[in-house]
């Protein structure tokens, strides 16, 4: 209870709480970028003599990371072609691709009451699922990919499902089964990478063979781009969770669940059936991830397949606030993030790890709307009676 | 409550404004003019150094502060740096990187204007040979492995040099010398995660033990590597989490091991605390002298020797080639690091004294190494 609670307080409240959270942690990275930069370091030792050299010192960079941050993942007016002018930004569509679907994947269980941490072992299922059929099967390609991709479906909603089952009928606590579920779908995984299963022939790295031709999600904009297939399923998935949740009566079934099950019960809602049903759509929407990764980005299984998507994800869900546009902007924030990221170091040297204390940040302040509250002056919000 | 926590407030404020002040006191350096008055001679000096060319690299997840495999791949960069007087850009990659993160990385870097590309290790391997396709005016090199077409036929590319580590030779001289000093007759070793380039140290390690006691009559065990199955020796399952280094390590210290060989990148320190609370026990480092890298300090007097792979000198030698212009690619020039050309070795006996006579038993099995004499099974020696 005392989880749900607490659940519920973050997602209540202003919605402008989690833009605020951003320009918050964009300020906090500003300070970090600055410390750590040794022409500041070098000039504030002199700071009386001369303070116009700390102060240009820091502009420089803090001004030079963001400018290679918007120009790694908007756009690159440095370029030299048109191409390479649009490019960072297909690159953040392509990196937000499998982070906003599993982060629908997640507002669809935060919003029904469950704490899904599993996003990571659902991505790995339905890329084990998706690649399986990429791998196995040569069918003609209106047939192939999307059965590979439903297979992805189908991979993340039986491991999700798995857990929901297991709370359903044990009252297993879901956060526990799926941090676990998660290490056993990586080992999973790492195992069959070392067997005939997934493991390409006369290979001895833990790699796949590529997928079929005919199973791949097609690229968007042609060679040169990364941009794929995935990007369409996944902006028809957030229309899709929007009917899901906000339209149909699972949906209502799924809310009803979240504000408050014993009410749910009630009402005559099937409580145990409904945590299967929300399990099995929120690991089926990771899993269309990790088919995305495998059919669209990766083309093959590594062990790395799911990257710390299914964590990131979170973070979306949250800073979307469950609502699946709101999972849809915050993606494409993420998405910015990783893609800008690697410009900023390599144009300004700047540590990768401050994406990461920016997007940690982020989760810090959202968890805290008190803070953000005090730190921007915002008004408190009205007491809403639970 | 709120009072108490303000006037603390205030007083860490205004201690820390203090030493910002007084942090700040310090002179201006002198204008630039003036400067080149002074000391003209060193500021020439470096101008004329300065060379026209830009070598970048590209971590795997470990990055490059995992005092190990990417560091010292990226301190043959930073050397190249200060004594070629190169320009330089790098990319680290944050745990759990994709094949795309590394692509993205690559272009990027190749976009900044770099002369030459290094991907360190094998999980960039097909990011490196896009990159390398899309861009035949850019040179490329990779560490720990070479190239192949998507069907995994062997690919060679002009522009890229492969750097690979037959790292079993200078493992078994660490074997060799785990099972002379083991008093408990009993060694270990695990892999962070059972890749080919880990697997080698561990079955040359094996082997360097398995060859003492043919020849010694000795029964020493080394636990990790039991079975000729490599695919289910030990492992930790990532390169990143030392506090299971730690674990597996007290597990085989449990088991009797008093040498361990960590082949797991940072995830070692693990070992070398575990070493620190058990008497007795010994770890070998591996990729670099872990004797002398700071991560180690705390545990140094307890490294029985490391195996090295000397990646700066390999990183350095490519770039001035490349600065040169003698850069050879293709598979035809690929670089296999040995004890013969001295790209792999075993470090120096530091505080933990070797076995009476050891030293030149190590010796003599080297030579006969590079001499062909003696044969360490590899996958490069196929």
Redesign the interface.
Known sequence: MKQQNLIREIFSGNAVIPIFAVVASFLFGGILIAFANEEVQEA???????PG??ISAVLNSVVGAYDALFR?SIFNYQ?STAQ?MIKPLT?TL??ATPITLAGLGLAVSFRSGLFNIGAQGQIIFGAMFAGYVGLSFELPFLIHMPMAVLAGLLGGALWGGLVGLLKATTGANEVVVTIMFNYVA??LL?YLL?TPVFQ???????IS??VAESSRLPGILGD?F?LHFGLIIMLAMVVAVWWLMHRSSIGFQFRALGYNPSAARTAGINIPLTYILVMAVSGGLAGMAGAS?VLG??R?L???????FGFDAITVALLGRNNPFGVLAAGLLFGGL??GA??M???Q?V??DIV?VVQSTIVLFIAAPPLVRSLFRLPKPKAVQA | MSTISRKAIKGIALSAASA??L???????EDEESAEGTDSGTSEETETETVDYKA?MVSD?GGFDDASFNEEAFNGLQRAESELGIET?????????????Y???ID??V??GCDMVFGVG??LATAVRDAAL?NPDTDFALIDSSLSN???SPLSLENVKPIQYDTAEAAFLAGYLAAATTETGTLATYGG????TVTIFMDGFKQGVEYYNAENGTEVEVLGATGDDQ?SWSNT?DFSDIAKGKNLSEQFIDQGADIILPVAGPVGQGTGQASLDSEGVKLIGVDSDWYNLEAHEEYKQNILTSIEKKMSDAVFNVIQSGVDGTFTGGDENQYVGNLANGGVRISPEHEVAYPDGIQAELDALTDQIISGELVVNS?YKN
């Open positions: 504030s030792g002199y700071f009386f003599s001369r050299d700390t790694g370029a390479g690159e392509a990196f990586l080992l790492t070392k390409a022939p006369n290979q001895v790295n833990p063979s590529p040169g990364r990764q980005a990766d093959q590594t062990v790395g397949i799911s990257a710390t990783r893609s690697v410009l170091q390599a144009n040297g540590p990768v990461l | 910002l002040v942090a700040g006191c310090a002179a201006a350096p970048c997840e850009a790098e990319v680290e990659s944050n745990t759990g990187a994709t094949l795309t993160e692509s993205s990385a990027s870097l976009g900044e094998f999980a899309a998507d069907d995994f995660q059972l890749f080919p695919a399952g996958l």
